[in-house]
């Protein structure tokens, strides 16, 4: 009876006015009296944080923090006094922030130690983030910091506003109304990114436009970095290779002329006499159709080596993707590696290469890319994808921390056992002068920011891994809807289920048992299997990842195939080479298995995949039914949403289920089992209907 009681109280006291989703994280929310008075006991004023813009913002983030959750107005105090809130400059802190409880005369006050303001930040959300969770912050002895000296979000927005994978509205950048019209979101954007400790920002897509590079655009980007300075927040650009021809009016774009050297390194002065802390170029070279070093007979390091030079005086780097194939390989997945591996230790010390977290190209499932570990003597970061080009888009629920974990925990064995990515790109296993991370970023004009609200998570998930890679995905997801929905636990335990299942699910009913690349080719959204389009590019058709043929389906990649298990080390070459060792979440991604193979469930790959595609639609069915008893926890415009959404990704998943059974079936000429839900679509209609693109 008491706990109803309190139950219907707590629902009560819950503001269920209409909330868009735009406060994120950061919504501060009135706390249950108990636990505010205990925080009022503990923090009754607060020190001035110093005197730069970064202090003041400590402050006025705190006191307005601390005054919606407590209901209380926060004194200024200009000494420590027992229960003060106070900032200190330590210079002899080497890395990140202490949060303390110090001991002082009759009591105790809370510390925030730090060698600089922004560090000072950083912990000041910590404290916040506690508070917001409900923590226990009476007795606080935290040290932290960051793993990755960059963390950075990639934007793939171009000039006229679009975004290039983009599905939560338009670019946040407004790019016609620069420098001189700045709008509230520009500063929202930086907070939200400091919460969360990001600390850098490419602003443009890596499909660069040149016009990036021109005085008129350097302005405009001169005024975001002046807003974001004070959050920690660095802008890089992405630039195009060519910008020498075709900005610069030279007539060739050969990074070894003497010309083109001149020109970027004119143009490196020009930002930096307006951009002092700019951070650097991002650069998409020979690939999918862009400019490069390999136009002019040039290598990928010739290429980065003449901008890392142009950079140098200023402490720039160059992040230099290894994104690339060529429609003629005969295995994409093995691509980077060949054009990359006869590189390493070429690239000047300011170099990074920016590698896609798995060989292909961000798709629900792929093994890690095996450049991780691999390449030893040049600087390598993660590139992960927080947009879902590939999971659905901004409809359907895919939390990425599970994705993300996957392969920063990958064992690449490349200084034997424990040899994980975290530890090779973070500087541990091989000495790195610059150690970074990117996200391609979600973000979007669409008020919530990522279209889908339980896409934010995904958002806030990468910036706490980029943080500590250690965090478990449970753990985020936990901090992350009791800061953006409610802490009670009969919402954020189930629902922190569903998180953590979410990616799985997506994987089973779109492309289970690592196949890859199914989609629909123009947008990536639906299943299109069967898609072969004459004299288009076969890499680019789904037909050439899943091979499928009456013998069985996947792809070959075993010594015996196209020998890309030979890219990873020992142990790893050997479990991926044999069917009876290679994990089965990969085996249609190295081997080509009979549809009659024997699995470990001892059904055969036919029903096993049938099995997976079916596990996939029920647990879409399960989170609608584990959402719909949430209303009472939120308001009613993020519940309905979020159900709304719900009710396409599983529309879509049937569809996904359906579409590929139906094609595989032709090749395994084998029925269906009784258990699994009979396909409403039909296969010749499907195939006769282009997949329309639900975002375009
Ligand atoms: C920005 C994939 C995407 C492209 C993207 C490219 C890349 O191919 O479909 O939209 O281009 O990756 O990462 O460069």
Redesign the pocket.
């Known amino acids: 009876m008491k706990n109803t009681l309190v139950c219907i109280f707590l629902f009560l006291s819950i503001p269920l006015f209409a909330e868009d989703g735009s406060r994120l994280w950061l919504r501060y929310e009135p706390l249950p009296e108990l636990v505010s008075e205990n925080y009022q006991q503990i923090i009754s004023n607060i020190c001035p944080a110093g005197s730069t813009e970064t202090a003041r913002i400590i402050e006025q983030e705190f006191v307005s923090a601390f005054e919606n959750m407590n209901r209380r107005n926060l004194k200024f105090s200009k000494i420590i006094t027992t229960n003060s809130l106070v900032f200190e400059i330590d210079t002899t802190i080497q890395s990140g922030y202490f949060i303390q409880t110090k001991k002082i005369k009759k009591g105790t006050y809370t510390s925030i130690s730090a060698s600089n303001d922004i560090d000072l930040l950083y912990g000041m959300y910590h404290l916040l983030r506690l508070m917001q969770m409900q923590e226990d912050i009476t007795h606080l002895d935290i040290h932290e910091k960051p793993v990755y000296d960059r963390r950075i979000l990639n934007h793939?927005d171009n000039i006229d506003g679009s975004i290039?994978?983009g599905y939560a509205g338009r670019s946040l950048w407004d790019w016609d109304d620069l420098p001189g019209k700045i709008s509230p979101r520009y500063t929202e954007y930086a907070r939200a990114n400091a919460s969360i400790g990001i600390n850098g920002t490419v602003l443009n897509?890596?499909?660069a436009n040149p016009l990036f590079l021109s005085k008129e655009y350097v302005l405009k980007t001169a005024k975001l970095a002046d807003i974001f300075r004070p959050w920690g927040i660095r802008v890089y650009l992405s630039v195009n290779f060519s910008s020498p021809t075709a900005l610069g009016g030279l007539s060739t774009s050969d990074p070894l002329n003497v010309e083109v050297r001149q020109w970027w390194k004119d143009k490196a002065k020009e930002i930096y006499a307006l951009i002092p802390d700019f951070g650097g170029f991002l650069v998409?070279a020979n690939?999918?159709g862009?400019p490069g070093p390999q136009d002019f007979g040039r290598t990928h390091a010739d290429g980065a080596n003449m901008l890392a030079e142009a950079l140098e005086p200023y402490k720039g780097i160059v992040m230099w993707?290894a994104?690339v194939y060529n429609a003629t390989s005969p295995d994409r997945a093995k691509q980077a590696y060949e054009e990359f591996m006869p590189l390493d230790g070429q690239f000047h010390k300011n170099v990074i290469i920016q590698v896609?977290n798995g060989p292909i190209?961000?798709q629900p499932r792929e093994p890690f890319n095996p450049l991780f570990g691999a390449m030893q003597k040049t600087p390598l970061m993660l590139?992960f994808?927080i947009t879902q080009?590939y999971l659905g888009f901004s409809l359907q629920l895919a939390y990425l921390a599970p994705l993300y974990k996957e392969c920063l925990d990958a064992d690449t064995y490349s200084k034997g056992e424990g040899s994980t990515i975290a530890k090779v790109t973070d500087g541990s296993l091989f000495s790195q002068a610059v150690t970074a991370i990117a996200g391609?970023a979600n973000t979007g004009n669409d008020a919530n920011w990522t279209g889908h609200h339980l896409a934010q998570a995904n958002w806030y998930c990468f910036g706490r891994l980029a943080w500590n890679p250690d965090l478990t995905s449970g753990q985020i997801a936990g901090e992350w809807l009791k800061m953006t929905f409610t802490t009670e636990s009969a919402f954020v335990e189930p629902v922190k289920e569903m998180l953590l299942e979410s990616r799985e699910a997506v994987v089973n009913y779109m492309m289970p048992l690592g196949l890859a690349h199914l989609f629909a080719w123009e947008h990536?959204y639906g299943p299109e299997p069967w898609l072969a389009i004459p004299g288009a590019r076969p890499d680019w058709m789904p037909s050439y990842y899943h091979k499928t043929d009456s013998i069985g389906l996947g792809f070959d990649r075993t010594v015996s195939g196209s020998d890309a298990v030979s890219e990873y080390f020992p142990p790893l070459s050997t479990i991926y080479n044999d069917i009876t060792t290679c994990p089965e979440n990969l085996i249609l991604w190295f081997h080509h298995v009979h549809w009659n193979y024997r699995m470990h469930s001892n059904r055969t790959l036919w029903d096993e995949l049938c099995y997976k595609y079916q596990d996939g639609v029920d647990a879409a069915r399960k989170f609608q039914k584990v959402w719909d008893k949430m209303a009472p926890f939120m308001d009613k415009e993020r519940f309905e949403d979020v159900q709304g959404k719900l009710k396409i990704q599983t529309t879509d998943a049937v569809w996904w289920k359906d579409a590929c059974l139906l094609y595989f079936q032709t090749e395994s000429r084998q029925p269906i089992p009784y258990e699994i839900e009979r396909p409403v679509h039909d296969l010749k209609k499907l195939k006769s209907e282009k997949p329309v693109n639900p975002i375009p």
């Open positions: 793939w290039e994978r897509n890596v499909n998409k690939s999918e862009l993707r994104f896609k190209d961000f590139e994808q080009e391609v990536h």
